[in-house]
């Protein structure tokens, strides 16, 4: 699968995660700033990176994925696109990289708990990640005053802002997307700041026709 994300090429092989709206939704809600470090957790074949890399200039792109192809993917589509950066195929529970050196991370995590009854494959369901144990991963990997950027479902808005402020991630920005001004929302988009001040606010509905 090939697509275009602006300048750049994405090319997926099979059984890595697609692009999807929630991708390309929170690639334009998150907040980045040129020449920014920036870490996506979970960042299958690098479409967020790319996405982001479309956005700002001089970034210095980092991603982790445990699974083996999804992280090759990833590498190949930064060297692809002449892009420096780094991906590192482990599991983010493990901690493997130090700790406050990012100005920016980005997720796009599974969004089903483990026992909730519903699924899409380990891409979806918490079997590997949990999304407390993403929150903490974030929370460490973050400097004070940096940015965690996650989209969610909306069912599920409470245990998202929950678990942030556990991690010492104060909620800041929140945006839900809907596929348009008729539909529920599908979509929810958080963006959380390290040891931030109390304050949110509540951006108008997303339409993503």
Do not use: W
Request: hydrophobic share 40%; aromatic share 4%.
């Amino acid at each position: 699968m090939t697509e275009q994300l602006g300048p750049y090429t994405l090319e997926l092989p099979l059984g890595v995660f697609p692009l999807g709206g929630d991708s390309l939704a929170l690639s334009r809600f998150a907040s980045v700033r040129d020449g920014q470090r920036v870490c996506d957790l979970g960042c299958g074949g690098g479409t967020l990176l790319l996405l982001l890399a479309g956005r700002a200039r001089n970034l210095s792109l980092t991603g982790v994925e445990l699974d083996e192809t999804a992280a090759r993917a990833a590498a190949d589509n930064l060297t692809r696109n002449g892009l420096a950066g780094t991906i590192v195929q482990v599991d983010l529970r493990s901690n493997p990289l130090p700790a406050g050196q990012f100005d920016l991370v980005i997720a796009n995590p599974p969004y089903f708990s483990v026992g909730s009854g519903k699924s899409g494959g380990h891409a979806r369901c918490e079997e590997f990640c949990s999304l407390d144990e993403l929150c903490a991963a974030a929370g460490r990997l973050l400097k004070n005053g940096g940015r965690f950027a996650l989209c969610h479902r909306p069912e599920r808005l409470c245990d998202v802002l929950c678990t942030l402020r556990r991690h010492d991630l104060e909620p800041k920005r929140l945006q839900l997307v809907a596929h348009s001004p008729a539909h529920f929302p599908c979509t929810l988009l958080v963006e959380a700041v390290r040891q931030g001040r109390p304050g949110l606010s509540v951006l108008p509905t997303y339409t993503q026709m």
